[in-house]
């Protein structure tokens, strides 16, 4: 057997010995390899700290978009998508989405949901903006929250007194869309589309059969007999049910004046007629009942634009919403509640809450 001198163990061992590795390296490693303990937390940190930079630089910065033909400042929330026309002219059309449920929430999705306060800021942008000779309603909602629907409606109103604005209805436009689209001229739909459902309902959910099987019960202390009337917990008296309903034919005679005075039908015959039951139509069957003026796509929307604009050549463009920090970092931070039942219908997207309690104007689907 051989012996080996140190000095001979020490370079055979230290051939072997593994090389210790940096800090740096390290991090690299496992940034690249995926670890979530170091690695992917690590470059999410870095991500967030780098949001927040831009955040607070251009949150109050005013940093406006110009436009070209004006001169004048245009919103930061908002960017110009060139659509069809010609690029160079300055008669511009403005389109405006209303794409998805109808609310006031401005931490919904904008992907799911139209949200009133953005539709009504780019309503606003149209109006002031004298380059925009024509707007464009673009339609495919079925409805959403009464307030909503109203304050969009009553901004429509204001603009049409300085310019047209036109509604086109694509595959769905009921309820609370079709009270958007009464405030436009001409309304434009699609042969196929399904609109009308002109009324209003409000639900709750009634479990009271269910909390008795499983021995559960309700404990509710109130200042006065109808603070909970909604309560699933127990049965409705008749007396909540008189109340709940005036409150939904009050909205709905509100609903009835709204097509009756655009669209020039006696609010009789909209009481009191499949026109205004509730029932949805389509576009072929809304031309029959005069609930829109024309069948068309959105190419005859655009002609309709520049005929009651009286344009020689126009530019049309849509507006479209820039990412914003600030309502990515409060959406991020928003408080949910801490038990969430999601019993959304079959029709209604899945990240859309149809809030107990609130009125709307959608299908009975929804």
Same mark, same amino acid.
């Given at each position: 057997?051989?012996?080996?001198?140190?000095?001979? $163990?020490?370079?055979?061992?230290?051939?072997?010995?593994?090389?210790?590795?940096?800090?740096?390296?390290?991090?690299? +490693?496992?940034?690249?390899?995926?670890?979530?303990?170091?690695?992917?937390? !690590?470059?999410?940190?870095?991500?967030?700290?780098?949001?927040?930079?831009?955040?607070? @630089?251009?949150?109050?910065?005013?940093?406006?978009?110009? %436009? &070209?033909?004006?001169?004048?400042?245009?919103?930061?929330?908002?960017?110009?998508?060139?659509?069809?026309?010609?690029?160079?002219?300055?008669? /511009?059309?403005?389109?405006?989405?209303?794409?998805?449920?109808?609310?006031?929430?401005?931490?919904?999705?904008?992907?799911?949901?139209?949200?009133?306060? %953005?539709?009504?800021?780019?309503?606003?942008?149209?109006? #002031?903006?004298?380059?925009?000779?024509?707007?464009? @309603?673009?339609?495919?909602?079925?409805?959403?929250?009464?307030?909503?629907?109203?304050? @969009?409606?009553?901004?429509?109103?204001? =603009? +049409?007194?300085?310019?047209?604005?036109?509604?086109?209805?694509?595959?769905?436009?009921?309820?609370?869309?079709?009270?958007?689209?009464?405030?436009?001229?001409?309304?434009?739909? %699609?042969?196929?589309?399904?609109?009308?459902?002109?009324? =209003?309902?409000?639900?709750?959910?009634?479990?009271?059969?269910?909390?008795?099987?499983?021995?559960?019960?309700?404990?509710?202390? $109130?200042?006065?007999?109808?603070?909970?009337?909604?309560?699933?917990? /127990?049965?409705?008296?008749?007396?909540? $049910?008189?109340?709940?309903?005036?409150?939904?034919?009050?909205?709905?005679?509100?609903?009835?004046?709204?097509?009756?005075?655009? /669209?020039?039908?006696?609010?009789?015959? @909209?009481?009191?007629?499949?026109?205004?039951?509730?029932?949805?139509?389509?576009?072929?069957? #809304?031309?029959?009942?005069?609930?829109?003026?024309?069948?068309?796509?959105?190419?005859?929307?655009?002609?309709?634009? =520049?005929?009651?604009?009286?344009?020689?050549?126009?530019?049309?463009?849509?507006?479209?919403?820039?990412?914003?920090?600030?309502?990515?970092?409060?959406?991020?931070?928003?408080?949910? &509640? #801490?038990? !969430?039942?999601?019993?959304?219908?079959?029709?209604?997207?899945?990240?859309?809450?149809? +809030?107990?309690?609130?009125?709307?104007?959608? &299908?009975?689907?929804?």
């Amino acid at each position: 057997m051989q012996n080996y001198t140190n000095e001979q $163990t020490g370079k055979v061992y230290g051939e072997l010995k593994e090389k210790k590795e940096g800090f740096f390296a390290k991090i690299f +490693r496992n940034l690249f390899t995926g670890c979530l303990s170091c690695g992917c937390l !690590f470059l999410i940190v870095c991500l967030l700290f780098i949001a927040l930079f831009f955040y607070f @630089i251009s949150g109050d910065s005013g940093i406006k978009t110009g %436009n &070209p033909f004006t001169g004048q400042n245009s919103d930061s929330d908002f960017s110009e998508e060139f659509v069809t026309g010609s690029p160079d002219s300055s008669s /511009r059309i403005a389109v405006i989405k209303v794409y998805g449920m109808i609310t006031r929430d401005e931490n919904a999705s904008f992907s799911t949901c139209a949200v009133s306060g %953005n539709i009504i800021r780019q309503l606003q942008l149209a109006s #002031a903006d004298d380059s925009v000779k024509a707007v464009i @309603i673009d339609l495919d909602t079925p409805g959403g929250e009464v307030t909503a629907s109203d304050e @969009i409606y009553k901004k429509i109103l204001e =603009v +049409r007194k300085k310019k047209p604005v036109i509604a086109m209805m694509n595959t769905l436009c009921a309820s609370g869309g079709y009270y958007i689209a009464a405030g436009c001229y001409p309304v434009i739909a %699609n042969k196929y589309t399904l609109t009308g459902s002109i009324g =209003v309902i409000i639900s709750t959910w009634n479990y009271k059969e269910l909390f008795d099987k499983i021995g559960l019960k309700t404990e509710v202390y $109130t200042s006065g007999k109808m603070k909970d009337m909604l309560n699933g917990g /127990r049965e409705r008296t008749a007396e909540e $049910t008189a109340l709940v309903r005036t409150l939904v034919m009050n909205t709905y005679d509100g609903f009835v004046h709204v097509v009756a005075s655009s /669209r020039k039908i006696p609010a009789d015959k @909209i009481r009191n007629s499949p026109v205004g039951d509730g029932r949805i139509f389509d576009g072929k069957q #809304a031309l029959e009942l005069k609930l829109v003026d024309t069948l068309g796509y959105f190419e005859d929307a655009v002609q309709a634009a =520049v005929k009651e604009a009286k344009l020689k050549d126009f530019q049309v463009f849509r507006y479209e919403d820039k990412f914003d920090f600030g309502r990515f970092f409060n959406t991020l931070m928003a408080k949910s &509640p #801490a038990v !969430f039942l999601p019993l959304s219908s079959s029709g209604t997207p899945g990240d859309v809450r149809i +809030r107990k309690g609130v009125l709307y104007f959608l &299908p009975a689907g929804y």
